[in-house]
């Protein structure tokens, strides 16, 4: 056998160098994406939000001191062991009840009956959490209490260490007062800690006129708030190095918490258990299938490379050897007798890359891991586990098997002579029969990729997985579009023959005829799965690039989107938005959840479409005509309100009353707020103090004069009797406001007209019943359905036919709609459901119809590319706000370890490819030189000189390479159109939104292809520059073998 394998020693030294290379590759791929799911785990633990990686717990304080401490005690004694294994540590807080602040209160908004409510709590070990930016923390017994208030409340509040705050038991009536000690912030605001706390960034829980947190000593708390006062634990679970399992069960323990602590605490019916680690563990587990799923094309591709590389090696080997077979069959050698020594050959071969390519790949990814590349966060072992030992032997046993297989096929010995006289023209994968098989299967695995959207479906215990056929789908085309193209090389080669034949060119003629008539199936084949499998990665990693970008300007909906944390924007938001460096663009944004007829929920967002411009990122295929066309759909029907022009000043002065069943218990008494709206429909509401007689000021016009839109009355009432408003003496500045007729009454129960007689406004509407009865009275107007335009998802949920109108509940109001137009899917929302509304327009038929104004939520912001980051910074230092940036998404997901393995696995696939078919041809130039010099021998012998027969070869070489290169160019390029965006999947195995869009590497996929080109014709143009010397040898042993 040594004797044997000694002559043939060029050809298993190469199939042994591709052992090695594709062992290297396969164990390589398989460690790498053990360290990117570990790396990912760990990123998506360290990015998760405070209610997924905490257990918060809470309920009544009970009735006094001891009621707390046992209760207190309780819950804590349900963490002592910790959750699922993992450290837990408890914090406990306690949150007074019904106090209202009854000083100075700064810029604080009241709710509808005119109260400011401040919260009083104890927050457990808050000196370790936070750090004081003036005064000192609370000294217990202090008299009056002691307090430490955050930030955000102090700057909303205008409160300083040394202030006095009073503070009223509304259900008492006890008034007391504290005494501001100091002013903190948060060390971490991202800390699980300040769910404790929610309101510590904006100084006001949202959605209410409750301010705080006022902190005070735990013993103060107790003495003197704990009445009807609520408690809350947080349980803080470290998971710093927990993996998918540690992580479920984490999970399973707080599940089992919530369902057992409120009964076994003594928190009863108004216990409650909130956690999010049951879907964090969920998200973990997806991720983790996403990134395996990643791995299976790259890992087929390398295979299947693989393994047709080798079998090229293995037939050039048997065609070597054929003359020596026959010879040992003649002589009584069996066909097993002869795949036994090539398969001992075999496992010679394969055994060192078996054995040398799990350290290489340990130690490739160790280094990698160590110095931070391709999404790796942290360093592997040195030395492989058993797992990568298995891949390793897998693989080794792969190659052995493509390089015995060949052997198999051989016949007698008239047979073999007959084969080198006249050899196959189709190898197996040509014939009719497997290339139908093979088409029918990849349309297979397309048609159910399309069906299921993605590799993953749903097994028989309803769980995800990988699903074999979805995933080999892109491979499958593959190799279906590579071997249709060679069904196209014969006639081509006959075609150019043809073309060639006319013209006394007589190198490139033999060059064409000898590429027809001679099985070339295996080399060009090789080229044109290499150049495919490269174009697929390549075109994968960028259009799953792309779709990361995609998605982060699709979630964010702008260049910077800035929300309010306290749900609603202070005065003078847009103006400091507006002067950040390089804000082109200010729109104010609302959206809402709504709840329709069939299960599940949409979101509603609204902006100011008309003045949106570039501002709302709308990819131009979600919308059919584009952003321009979504603008007019929604700014068409526009509503113009016949507002009242005020005369230009700074201070509106006059009169109001409210007469009727009016019930004064203190705190009810009768409000009004004028609505002014600028000219570009934004409203504004100005609270009139001051008793029968009010005297306010205006806010600074901003880009025109200011419009009085109407009126909001609210008054507490024990009846359903009629209540009366009148507004008379309207001036501004001394300069009396000229009332015309055109009011009405607008409320979300009833509407009628108002009048106005002798510059007086009345108004008359039915009182509510027992509680707060709050009503507008408006400009007349003619009431039009508001323009939506909808995702099909929320078409359907929401019953939307086009055109069609009906009433949607929005803002507290129902607001007539009609759908304009359906859009795949809405900037600024992840939600499948949603729709995109004008906000004018419904902020209009809000206020005009129902009486209510809302305010800005959140705004959404343009900055040129060259300011953007300067722009962000600038934002996010300005107090109460969350900003979203769309750089700073896409940047994250760009580094994402699930992200970044994914490409880099393709990248590895395709140089694999590009490397392994490099090899393939080197071996195969080589070897049908060496075995054509005979006959070539003879050319030269009736007259072809050896130049002519150099460029002859290099023809031949350039038809096929040209034709492999190409045909590989064509299939890559048409499998990635048809299943890149497919394939493309989230951390949360589901599709992106909005729909991956293909991106062709050209660069990448022609530079591949050219490589392979100029690699194979310049191999040709080797071997033909030392034709000369070669036929003169050969020459000499013309006939030494008959």
Same mark, same amino acid.
């Given at each position: 056998?040594?004797?044997?394998?000694?002559?043939?020693?060029?050809?298993?030294?190469?199939?042994?160098?591709?052992?090695?290379?594709?062992?290297?590759?396969?164990?390589?791929?398989?460690?790498?994406?053990?360290?990117?799911?570990?790396?990912?785990?760990?990123?998506?633990?360290?990015?998760?939000?405070?209610?997924?990686?905490?257990?918060?717990?809470?309920?009544?304080?009970?009735?006094?001191?001891?009621?707390?401490?046992?209760?207190?005690?309780?819950?804590?004694?349900?963490?002592?062991?910790?959750?699922?294994?993992?450290?837990?540590?408890?914090?406990?807080?306690?949150?007074?009840?019904?106090?209202?602040?009854?000083?100075?209160?700064?810029?604080?908004?009241?709710?509808?009956?005119?109260?400011?409510?401040?919260?009083?709590?104890?927050?457990?070990?808050?000196?370790?959490?936070?750090?004081?930016?003036?005064?000192?923390?609370?000294?217990?017994?202090?008299?009056?209490?002691?307090?430490?208030?955050?930030?955000?409340?102090?700057?909303?509040?205008?409160?300083?260490?040394?202030?006095?705050?009073?503070?009223?038991?509304?259900?008492?009536?006890?008034?007391?007062?504290?005494?501001?000690?100091?002013?903190?912030?948060?060390?971490?605001?991202?800390?699980?800690?300040?769910?404790?706390?929610?309101?510590?960034?904006?100084?006001?829980?949202?959605?209410?006129?409750?301010?705080?947190?006022?902190?005070?000593?735990?013993?103060?708390?107790?003495?003197? &708030? $704990?009445?009807?006062?609520?408690?809350?634990?947080?349980?803080?679970?470290?998971?710093?190095?927990?993996?998918?399992?540690?992580?479920?069960?984490?999970?399973?323990?707080?599940?089992?918490?919530?369902?057992?602590?409120?009964?076994?605490?003594?928190?009863?019916?108004?216990?409650?258990?909130?956690?999010?680690?049951?879907?964090?563990?969920?998200?973990?587990?997806?991720?983790?299938?996403?990134?395996?799923?990643?791995?299976?094309?790259?890992?087929?591709?390398?295979?299947?490379?693989?393994?047709?590389?080798?079998?090229?090696?293995?037939?050039?080997?048997?065609?070597?050897?054929?003359?020596?077979?026959?010879?040992?069959?003649?002589?009584?050698?069996?066909?097993?007798?002869?795949?036994?020594?090539?398969?001992?050959?075999?496992?010679?071969?394969?055994?060192?890359?078996?054995?040398?390519?799990?350290?290489?790949?340990?130690?490739?990814?160790?280094?990698?891991?160590?110095?931070?590349?391709?999404?790796?966060?942290?360093?592997?072992?040195?030395?492989?586990?058993?797992?990568?030992?298995?891949?390793?032997?897998?693989?080794?046993?792969?190659?052995?098997?493509?390089?015995?297989?060949?052997?198999?096929?051989?016949?007698?010995?008239?047979?073999?002579?007959?084969?080198?006289?006249?050899?196959?023209?189709?190898?197996?994968?040509?014939?009719?029969?497997?290339?139908?098989?093979?088409?029918?299967?990849?349309?297979?695995?397309?048609?159910?990729?399309?069906?299921?959207?993605?590799?993953?479906?749903?097994?028989?215990?309803?769980?995800?997985?990988?699903?074999?056929?979805?995933?080999?789908?892109?491979?499958?085309?593959?190799?279906?579009?590579?071997?249709?193209?060679?069904?196209?090389?014969?006639?081509?080669?006959?075609?150019?023959?043809?073309?060639?034949?006319?013209?006394?060119? &007589?190198?490139?003629?033999?060059?064409?005829?000898?590429?027809?008539?001679?099985?070339?199936?295996?080399?060009?084949?090789?080229?044109?799965?290499?150049?495919?499998?490269?174009?697929?990665?390549?075109?994968?990693?960028?259009?799953?690039?792309?779709?990361?970008?995609?998605?982060?300007?699709?979630?964010?909906?702008?260049?910077?989107?800035?929300?309010?944390?306290?749900?609603?924007?202070?005065?003078?938001?847009?103006?400091?938005?507006?002067?950040?460096?390089?804000?082109?663009?200010?729109?104010?944004?609302?959206?809402?959840?709504?709840?329709?007829?069939?299960?599940?929920?949409?979101?509603?967002?609204?902006?100011?479409?008309?003045?949106?411009?570039?501002?709302?990122?709308?990819?131009?295929?979600?919308?059919?005509?584009?952003?321009?066309?979504?603008?007019?759909?929604?700014?068409?029907?526009?509503?113009?309100?016949?507002?009242?022009?005020?005369?230009?000043?700074?201070?509106?002065?006059?009169?109001?009353?409210?007469?009727?069943?009016?019930?004064?218990?203190?705190?009810?008494?009768?409000?009004?707020?004028?609505?002014?709206?600028?000219?570009?429909?934004?409203?504004?509401?100005?609270?009139?103090?001051?008793?029968?007689?009010?005297?306010?000021?205006?806010?600074?016009?901003?880009?025109?004069?200011?419009?009085?839109?109407?009126?909001?009355?609210?008054?507490?009432?024990?009846?359903?009797?009629?209540?009366?408003?009148?507004?008379?003496?309207?001036?501004?500045?001394?300069?009396?406001?000229?009332?015309?007729?055109?009011?009405?009454?607008?409320?979300?129960?009833?509407?009628?007209?108002?009048?106005?007689?002798?510059?007086?406004?009345? $108004?008359?509407?039915?009182?509510?019943?027992?509680?707060?009865?709050?009503?507008?009275?408006?400009?007349?107007?003619?009431?039009?359905?508001?323009?939506?335009?909808?995702?099909?998802?929320?078409?359907?949920?929401?019953?939307?036919?086009?055109?069609?109108?009906?009433?949607?509940?929005?803002?507290?109001?129902?607001?007539?709609?009609?759908?304009?137009?359906?859009?795949?899917?809405?900037?600024?929302?992840?939600?499948?459901?949603?729709?995109?509304?004008?906000?004018?327009?419904?902020?209009?038929?809000?206020?005009?119809?129902?009486?209510?104004?809302?305010?800005?939520?959140?705004?959404?912001?343009?900055?040129?590319?060259?300011?953007?980051?300067?722009?962000?910074?600038?934002?996010?230092?300005?107090?109460?706000?969350?900003?979203?940036?769309?750089?700073?998404?896409?940047?994250?997901?760009?580094?994402?370890?699930?992200?970044?393995?994914?490409?880099?696995?393709?990248?590895? $696939?395709?140089?694999?490819?590009?490397?392994?078919?490099?090899?393939?041809?080197?071996?195969?130039?080589?070897?049908?030189?060496?075995?054509?010099?005979?006959?070539?021998?003879?050319?030269?012998?009736?007259?072809?000189?050896?130049?002519?027969?150099?460029?002859?070869?290099?023809?031949?070489?350039?038809?096929?390479?040209?034709?492999?290169?190409?045909?590989?160019?064509?299939?890559?390029?048409?499998?990635?159109?048809?299943?890149?965006?497919?394939?493309?999947?989230?951390?949360?195995?589901?599709?992106?939104?909005?729909?991956?869009?293909?991106?062709?590497?050209?660069?990448?996929?022609?530079?591949?292809?050219?490589?392979?080109?100029?690699?194979?014709?310049?191999?040709?143009?080797?071997?033909?520059?030392?034709?000369?010397?070669?036929?003169?040898?050969?020459?000499?042993?013309?006939?030494?073998?008959?």
């Amino acid at each position: 056998m040594v004797r044997r394998a000694e002559a043939a020693r060029s050809l298993l030294a190469a199939a042994g160098a591709l052992a090695l290379i594709a062992t290297l590759l396969l164990t390589g791929l398989v460690a790498y994406s053990r360290q990117v799911v570990a790396a990912g785990v760990a990123g998506t633990v360290a990015a998760a939000a405070p209610g997924e990686s905490s257990v918060l717990a809470g309920g009544s304080a009970g009735t006094g001191a001891a009621d707390l401490d046992r209760r207190d005690a309780a819950v804590r004694a349900r963490f002592t062991a910790g959750l699922g294994g993992r450290p837990v540590g408890v914090y406990a807080a306690g949150y007074s009840a019904g106090r209202q602040l009854t000083g100075r209160t700064g810029d604080a908004v009241p709710d509808s009956g005119g109260v400011v409510y401040g919260s009083v709590v104890f927050l457990q070990d808050l000196p370790r959490h936070a750090t004081l930016s003036a005064g000192s923390w609370p000294r217990p017994g202090a008299r009056p209490v002691q307090t430490a208030v955050g930030e955000g409340a102090a700057r909303v509040l205008g409160l300083e260490p040394g202030d006095r705050v009073p503070v009223t038991d509304r259900l008492t009536g006890k008034a007391s007062a504290l005494v501001v000690s100091g002013i903190w912030r948060p060390v971490d605001d991202r800390d699980a800690y300040w769910r404790l706390a929610p309101d510590v960034s904006a100084g006001v829980a949202a959605g209410t006129a409750t301010y705080g947190p006022l902190v005070v000593d735990r013993a103060d708390f107790v003495r003197d &708030f $704990a009445r009807s006062a609520s408690a809350s634990w947080l349980a803080d679970v470290d998971l710093s190095g927990a993996g998918v399992a540690d992580l479920r069960r984490v999970a399973d323990a707080a599940d089992a918490q919530r369902r057992s602590l409120p009964g076994a605490t003594g928190l009863g019916t108004s216990g409650y258990v909130d956690s999010g680690l049951s879907g964090l563990a969920d998200q973990l587990s997806r991720a983790d299938l996403v990134g395996r799923s990643a791995l299976v094309t790259p890992v087929l591709l390398v295979s299947v490379l693989s393994g047709l590389a080798l079998v090229l090696v293995a037939v050039l080997l048997t065609e070597h050897r054929r003359a020596e077979s026959a010879l040992l069959r003649a002589r009584g050698a069996t066909a097993w007798q002869l795949a036994g020594l090539s398969a001992a050959e075999a496992v010679a071969v394969a055994l060192p890359a078996a054995l040398l390519a799990p350290p290489l790949a340990a130690a490739a990814v160790h280094l990698a891991g160590e110095r931070g590349w391709f999404g790796l966060g942290q360093p592997g072992s040195w030395w492989p586990g058993p797992g990568l030992w298995l891949v390793a032997l897998a693989a080794a046993a792969g190659c052995a098997i493509a390089i015995t297989a060949p052997v198999l096929r051989g016949g007698t010995y008239v047979e073999d002579l007959m084969a080198r006289s006249r050899p196959n023209r189709r190898a197996v994968v040509q014939r009719a029969g497997a290339d139908l098989l093979l088409v029918a299967v990849a349309v297979l695995g397309w048609l159910q990729l399309r069906q299921y959207s993605s590799p993953l479906a749903a097994g028989v215990s309803g769980g995800l997985g990988i699903d074999p056929l979805l995933a080999a789908a892109p491979t499958l085309g593959i190799l279906a579009g590579a071997t249709l193209a060679l069904r196209l090389l014969m006639p081509a080669a006959r075609a150019a023959e043809r073309v060639l034949g006319g013209r006394r060119r &007589f190198a490139a003629l033999f060059g064409m005829w000898q590429a027809g008539r001679r099985p070339h199936a295996g080399p060009v084949l090789l080229l044109a799965l290499a150049v495919a499998a490269g174009t697929v990665g390549w075109c994968l990693a960028a259009t799953a690039q792309r779709s990361q970008i995609d998605q982060a300007g699709h979630d964010v909906g702008a260049d910077l989107r800035v929300v309010e944390q306290s749900g609603a924007a202070p005065a003078g938001r847009a103006e400091a938005l507006a002067a950040l460096p390089g804000v082109t663009r200010v729109l104010p944004g609302w959206r809402e959840g709504i709840t329709g007829a069939e299960q599940g929920s949409a979101d509603l967002i609204a902006v100011d479409a008309a003045a949106a411009g570039d501002a709302v990122r709308v990819r131009s295929d979600l919308y059919d005509g584009g952003p321009r066309a979504l603008a007019t759909a929604l700014t068409g029907a526009r509503t113009t309100a016949p507002v009242l022009a005020l005369p230009a000043g700074r201070r509106l002065t006059g009169r109001f009353s409210i007469t009727g069943a009016l019930a004064f218990d203190g705190d009810g008494a009768p409000t009004l707020t004028a609505v002014l709206t600028d000219p570009a429909g934004t409203l504004t509401r100005v609270p009139l103090i001051g008793g029968g007689t009010f005297s306010a000021e205006l806010p600074a016009p901003d880009g025109g004069p200011l419009r009085l839109a109407g009126f909001i009355a609210g008054v507490d009432t024990f009846s359903f009797d009629p209540l009366q408003l009148t507004v008379s003496r309207l001036a501004v500045d001394g300069r009396p406001v000229t009332l015309d007729d055109r009011w009405s009454v607008a409320s979300r129960q009833q509407a009628a007209p108002a009048k106005v007689q002798g510059g007086t406004l009345t $108004a008359e509407v039915d009182g509510y019943g027992a509680g707060r009865t709050q009503f507008a009275v408006v400009r007349t107007v003619q009431g039009r359905p508001v323009p939506v335009v909808a995702t099909p998802a929320a078409r359907d949920q929401l019953h939307l036919s086009p055109g069609g109108q009906t009433k949607l509940h929005l803002g507290g109001g129902d607001v007539p709609v009609r759908l304009t137009g359906t859009i795949a899917a809405v900037p600024g929302s992840a939600n499948a459901a949603a729709l995109l509304v004008d906000l004018p327009s419904l902020r209009s038929a809000l206020f005009y119809q129902a009486g209510l104004v809302h305010d800005t939520q959140e705004w959404w912001l343009a900055v040129p590319a060259d300011r953007h980051d300067e722009a962000a910074a600038g934002a996010r230092r300005l107090p109460g706000l969350t900003v979203l940036d769309r750089r700073s998404i896409a940047a994250a997901s760009a580094t994402d370890a699930y992200g970044v393995g994914g490409r880099t696995a393709l990248f590895v $696939a395709a140089i694999g490819a590009l490397i392994l078919a490099a090899a393939g041809i080197l071996v195969d130039v080589r070897t049908t030189a060496r075995r054509r010099i005979g006959e070539l021998a003879v050319l030269h012998t009736l007259g072809a000189g050896p130049r002519l027969l150099a460029r002859s070869l290099m023809t031949e070489q350039a038809f096929l390479a040209g034709t492999g290169v190409l045909a590989g160019l064509a299939v890559g390029v048409g499998v990635a159109a048809t299943m890149a965006p497919l394939v493309v999947l989230t951390p949360q195995a589901t599709r992106p939104v909005p729909e991956p869009l293909l991106v062709v590497d050209w660069w990448r996929a022609g530079g591949t292809a050219l490589l392979l080109f100029a690699l194979a014709v310049g191999l040709s143009a080797v071997t033909g520059s030392a034709l000369r010397r070669r036929l003169a040898t050969a020459r000499l042993h013309l006939g030494a073998d008959k």
